[in-house]
């Protein structure tokens, strides 16, 4: 298998959307993510999308956006694991370089989600979960959460106010970062005061309805090294899955899926969880946050919400946990999500993020998570000098 | 999208909770399945599961899917069933501020929502409070 390295990178805001289409978002990113990389012959699109079908009417995405961008006649297709989508776009192209297959891949989400009512928005995500046995009892994805929730806070006797803490924290870290969908500061009296959606959840423990696209240029990474000097290898990568019936599971406090996903991703790169120095995680809900960081063995079980509180995880700390403002306040536009982690984590370890950059990480993660842990990508990217 | 066939052969489990029991190891599941994800037999039988059990989780949906406005605010939990299945059920005919893990239920036969104005009516088990 040959190595694969991030060469470029696109970004759109996060946020609403009304003058561009699905096409018109993909191909700001797209572009900027090709000239990024100094314009390579892209031989391939990979395009992360949970929607497009049930909100948009479109289907056949990979050649819309292809035919589109210009690339008309390349390998073009959509790849979906809900939420998750965005991972398994990087996991798919990934395979594709590093197999020998295609040697410039570009990888990319897009999803419009804010032109749709919010019932036929909660409707179409909730088709993450099981349609016939949860979708079918009229289970919303955040009612899903929302057992979630309630359990890990018995299990470990963490409080409403204490899960208050991390969208607090992921909006003040948002105001660094330019592409975020919310640039506004909130308490933890915000948080306890917004209208509750399914019990204890509130709209603000939520990550909110968004739109946007991203992308990466991936490439081998001798071929990187001869045309750049801010080289980030994906340096591991693993994807998981769990049984799609939540109540089937026996401990709900964890994603079994983020755990496995992320110790192949370990090693395979060679490293451990003390190694990493920046990580971009799910945290579709509050209570996400705390588990993921759990998961992903950057704090011991029940523990996450001390170790936040003490600031470990702050801009800076180790590991610097969502330096975007996350899910919660960067946005997530659900398929395109996972890309975006990627291209915010390379820039990171490129040391080109800018206002958001975290002081000389050389070892990045990504977790991306499709329905309630069903599917996990968890990837390790490393700065190459 | 509704449809009718995707009801009709799921009936056995809306309406009788028929779930699997693997024949290898016993355990048992719901929604059904083929294989067992526990000691990878493909040996399982359809049971029809309990009807009763204990609340171990809940939530109070307030904003529900298209479809499912007229029984807003409902009630959604985790059941676990006399003989150790859990099922995602709604909680119904109950006092909200009353529930709470360990509540004793039992399952009752109850409308679950209209496939709009022409479309099918959908019915399953749902749970309410023993009494
Ligand atoms: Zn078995």
Redesign the pocket.
Request: with cysteine; glycine share 18%; charged share 10%.
């Given at each position: 298998m040959r190595k694969v390295a991030i060469v470029g990178i696109g970004l759109t805001k996060v946020g609403r959307h009304f003058d561009k289409g699905l096409r018109e978002l993909f191909y700001e990113a797209a572009v900027r993510a090709i000239e990024d990389a100094g314009c390579p012959e892209i031989e391939a699109i990979i395009v992360g999308n949970m929607c497009s079908s049930s909100l948009c009417d479109q289907d056949s995405l990979g050649a819309l956006l292809a035919d589109y961008c210009g690339l008309c006649g390349r390998a073009a297709f959509k790849v979906e694991a809900a939420c998750g989508s965005g991972g398994v776009a990087l996991l798919t192209g990934y395979m594709a370089v590093a197999s020998g297959l295609y040697d410039y891949v570009l990888v990319g989400g897009v999803e419009k989600l804010t032109e749709a009512t919010t019932r036929e928005v909660t409707y179409a995500l909730a088709k993450a979960a099981d349609a016939d046995y949860e979708l079918f009892y009229g289970t919303s994805f955040t009612a899903l959460n929302a057992l979630i929730m309630r359990y890990y806070m018995r299990k470990y006797n963490v409080t409403r106010e204490d899960m208050a803490l991390w969208p607090v924290k992921m909006h003040e870290n948002a105001m660094k970062c330019p592409h975020a969908q919310f640039h506004k500061r909130i308490t933890v009296d915000d948080v306890l005061k917004s209208p509750l959606i399914a019990d204890p959840i509130r709209v603000l423990d939520c990550a909110p309805i968004s739109d946007g696209a991203a992308a990466v240029v991936l490439c081998p990474l001798e071929e990187a090294r001869r045309v750049s000097d801010a080289v980030v290898e994906v340096a591991g990568i693993a994807c998981s899955t769990d049984y799609m019936y939540l109540a089937q599971r026996p401990d709900i406090a964890s994603f079994t899926a983020t755990v496995k996903a992320a110790e192949r991703a370990y090693r395979m790169a060679k490293v451990e969880p003390r190694d990493v120095d920046v990580a971009e995680v799910h945290d579709a809900f509050s209570v996400l946050g705390f588990i993921d960081i759990e998961d992903l063995g950057f704090s011991r079980r029940g523990e996450a919400v001390k170790l936040l509180k003490e600031g470990v995880f702050d801009p800076g700390g180790k590991p610097s946990v969502n330096p975007s403002g996350g899910l919660k306040a960067r946005g997530h536009p659900v398929g395109a999500t996972g890309v975006y982690q990627v291209a915010e984590v390379a820039l990171q370890l490129m040391e080109k993020a800018g206002s958001m950059q975290v002081p000389s990480p050389e070892i990045g993660l990504v977790q991306s998570i499709g329905g309630v842990g069903t599917t996990v990508t968890v990837a390790i990217l490393r700065r190459v000098k | 999208m509704a449809s009718v066939p995707r009801y009709w052969r799921n009936i056995p489990s809306y309406y009788r909770l028929v779930g699997s029991k693997?024949r290898?190891?016993?355990?048992t599941w719901f929604p059904p399945r083929r294989c067992?994800p526990?000691?990878?037999?493909r040996d399982?039988e359809l049971i029809e599961l309990p009807t009763e059990g204990v609340l171990e989780e809940f939530t109070i949906i307030r904003t529900p899917p298209s479809g499912f406005d007229y029984y807003t605010p409902y009630v959604v939990g985790i059941v676990k069933l006399r003989d150790g299945t859990r099922v995602l059920t709604q909680v119904v005919d109950c006092d909200v501020t009353e529930l709470k893990p360990g509540t004793e239920v039992v399952a009752t036969f109850r409308r679950v929502r209209e496939d709009g104005d022409f479309g099918i009516v959908m019915y399953a088990l749902k749970f309410r409070p023993k009494r």
């Open positions: - | 693997c290898g190891c016993g355990r067992c526990i000691c990878y037999s399982l």
